[in-house]
């Protein structure tokens, strides 16, 4: 069966500092890899998907990116952390495919101080 | 391009008794629809999906879905809710256009409380 890992589950950061947060899928090959942002009343947002190693798609420019340097290892990270990147963080699957469901982490909690 | 309006942020309601939640999705053509749940500080978890055939759903949880193409809405709904189903409900739609990346898009979720 796929599983699908996030670390760390809470993290709390200054402003300023640098970040990274490490999503990794178990039991399947070539997943789609999503990065989502749920901020307090204003539902999931998406911010980064890859269909492949090495391919990242942004969908809100902002002061985050994304990497995914093996086919199964999805990384959110940061330079300097600014307040307004407060929130839960979610890491997503899918097989590929707009009928496929997406199976999610159990997210990181970060809180910027 | 596609939304999914969910028309209620908040629904308290009393333990056995039913509960609907309702979603409204919009979309210029086919469409595969989801509903997920999220319990407090997990991620979200599918409840059941549509993606083609009986318009009536069932999922996990005693939970099921009705899809109305005509009136473009997948309602959830409960015949009698447990404490343990407050969490919040997100309706999320994808078009069925073929494409390898999933397109879901969220609705904004609905907080269910169970009360004793």
């Known amino acids: 069966s796929q599983t699908i890992h996030q670390w760390p589950a809470t993290l709390v950061q200054p402003v300023g500092s640098p970040l990274s947060l490490e999503c990794t899928v178990e039991?399947?090959?070539?997943?789609?890899l999503y990065w989502y942002r749920q901020a307090a009343g204003r539902g999931l947002q998406l911010l980064f998907y890859s269909v492949g190693i090495g391919q990242i798609s942004s969908e809100v420019p902002q002061n985050l990116s994304a990497s995914r340097p093996q086919d199964r290892q999805f990384i959110l990270s940061s330079k300097k952390l600014l307040l307004s990147d407060s929130g839960f963080y979610l890491c997503?699957?899918?097989?590929?495919?707009?009928?496929?469901?997406?199976?999610f982490g159990d997210g990181t909690r970060l809180s910027i101080l | 391009a596609q939304s999914v309006t969910q028309l209620d942020s908040q629904v308290p309601v009393f333990e056995e008794a039913p509960v609907e939640l309702r979603c409204n999705y919009s979309s210029s053509v086919s469409v595969y629809l989801f509903w997920y749940v999220q319990y407090p500080n997990q991620g979200l978890q599918l409840l059941l999906k549509?993606?083609?055939?009986?318009?009536l759903v069932k999922g996990i949880n005693g939970f099921e879905a009705e899809f109305n193409k005509s009136q473009t809405s997948f309602h959830l709904r409960k015949p009698s809710v447990h404490i343990s189903d407050t969490a919040e409900y997100f309706c999320?739609?994808?078009?069925?256009?073929?494409?390898?990346?999933?397109?879901?898009?969220f609705g904004k979720g609905t907080k269910l409380s169970v009360k004793p």
């Open positions: 999320a739609v994808s078009e069925a256009y073929g494409g390898s990346q999933g397109n879901l898009i």
């Open positions: 549509y993606l083609s055939g009986s318009t």
């Open positions: 997503a699957w899918d097989r590929g495919g707009s009928n496929q469901p997406q199976h």
């Open positions: 039991g399947t090959s070539n997943p789609n």
